[in-house]
């Protein structure tokens, strides 16, 4: 039976919502403040075209040639030699992320509720004992993680255009309009500029080789580069799919949505006089605290936008952890002939194990620990440092020199129907400067430059 295909639309909505998630939300914007505003948009732009396009590509070559999933792509591109681990390789990342990524996007679906149910008025030390005592309870984020991973399943059991393609056309414009509401009230706050101003004006004066690096990563981390989606969902692509021009679509997109979080988050925190920290103290601690004393004259004000912003960062997650899911899900319906129900449930199962696990971890039972690290830490560390960077490596490695040019051109100029006037350019980047950039991160990451 012929496997379903993306709709045009589809083919950017859903792959960019892979790649919107919630670091877009609170890690680029707290980057680029920290290192030169827009002088840090500025190479992060151009690492998107000396990494991130070319990265994306070569998943989107594998994927679309092979018309499969990630496991069995490498695997037939290769004639059965060891290039096959690198789809498995993804498709181990892909699911220990999801098990640990659930257990955030359950924090947010959490204070989504919370926030329907006023739970989080009150002081700031009110808003910190919040966060410590859920986060610490036995039982209530390992509920939130799995009802979480069960409402990607739901999406995902439908298939690819009834499930995925649908959900993507609807969440993916809800985000946006979600968004754009809210950069438009935080930008209306009194002191609003400030915020604008540390995000977007330039300094030049912070630009160092670090920074370079950092925008590198963050790069490379946006756009899920390593974990097999790319590979997967292209496996859904029509012969007419422009893969350079989805690629820079996607890769705009991703970098709009995360400018626009910065324009929400900053002119905000600014006008109470806060400074935003990073990881979840920003979105969990720092930002409820900023709607109370922000919209402390219009209550019903605070209360609207602060179920509007988690109602994003549930969005922002679902279109993530769809497309992680749906790579197990892929694996298991096609390699083992199980019907994609049986798929998704064995997916879900799996990840849903990991999550509990991390939750747990994390809060009511610190004893589960490895190397001296909670599991939600270890996986993170993992799969970000070592996991994602040796897949993109590998797979860079693999279609710039391994497999067939011929096979490479015909992908990348659909036959032949496109001019392909920047493959020379793709093929110059994919063979040496992709390597190279990996290579920095990899060192990067291990503290060693």
Not at 54 to 78: C, Q
Not at 206 to 227: C, D, N, P
Request: overall charge positive.
């Amino acid at each position: 039976m012929e496997r379903s295909k993306f709709g045009k639309l589809g083919v950017i909505l859903a792959t960019a919502g892979s790649a919107v998630g919630l670091g877009n939300v609170w890690r680029f914007p707290y980057m680029t403040g920290e290192n030169g505003g827009a002088a840090f948009i500025l190479i992060y732009i151009g690492c998107m075209f000396l990494l991130g396009i070319p990265g994306m590509i070569s998943e989107f070559i594998v994927g679309r040639h092979a018309g499969t999933n990630a496991a069995r792509a490498y695997d037939t591109l290769s004639n059965g030699r060891p290039w096959k681990f690198v789809g498995y390789l993804g498709i181990l990342t892909s699911t220990l992320i999801l098990g640990f990524y659930a257990v955030v996007a359950g924090w947010c679906l959490q204070y989504l509720y919370a926030s329907l149910m006023t739970h989080l008025n009150g002081n700031a030390d009110y808003v910190v004992n919040y966060f410590a005592s859920f986060s610490a309870n036995p039982w209530k984020p390992c509920v939130w993680a799995v009802s979480f991973i069960v409402l990607t399943h739901l999406v995902v059991v439908r298939g690819v255009r009834a499930g995925i393609e649908r959900a993507s056309n609807l969440l993916m414009p809800a985000l946006l309009i979600l968004l754009i509401v809210l950069v438009v009230a935080s930008c209306m706050l009194p002191g609003a500029g400030k915020g604008i101003e540390f995000l977007l004006k330039p300094d030049f004066s912070k630009l160092t080789g670090r920074v370079f690096l950092e925008a590198l990563g963050q790069s490379f981390f946006s756009l899920s580069l390593g974990t097999a989606c790319l590979c997967t969902y292209s496996s859904y692509f029509s012969k007419q799919t422009n893969l350079l021009g989805s690629a820079s679509q996607i890769a705009l997109l991703d970098t709009f949505i995360a400018i626009l979080a910065g324009l929400m988050i900053f002119p905000a925190a600014f006008s109470v006089g806060v400074s935003p920290g990073q990881g979840p103290s920003l979105i969990f601690i720092t930002l409820p605290n900023v709607f109370n004393e922000a919209f402390a004259a219009v209550p019903v004000l605070g209360y609207f936008i602060a179920i509007m912003f988690y109602a994003l960062l549930v969005f922002a997650a679902l279109t993530s952890t769809i497309s992680m899911h749906e790579i197990g899900t892929a694996f298991f319906h096609e390699e083992l002939n199980w019907p994609r129900s049986k798929a998704a449930w064995i997916m879900t199962g799996v990840c849903s194990t990991i999550a509990v696990l991390c939750a747990l971890s994390f809060g009511a039972c610190p004893q589960i620990q490895l190397f001296g690290m909670s599991l939600l830490d270890l996986l993170d560390s993992l799969t970000a440092n070592v996991m994602l960077p040796l897949g993109s490596l590998l797979t860079c490695l693999f279609v710039g020199w391994y497999i067939p040019r011929q096979v490479v051109r015909d992908q990348f100029t659909n036959w032949g129907t496109l001019r392909g006037r920047f493959l020379g350019v793709y093929l110059l980047a994919v063979r040496y400067v992709c390597p190279l950039c990996i290579i920095l991160i990899f060192l990067h990451r291990f503290g060693v430059i």
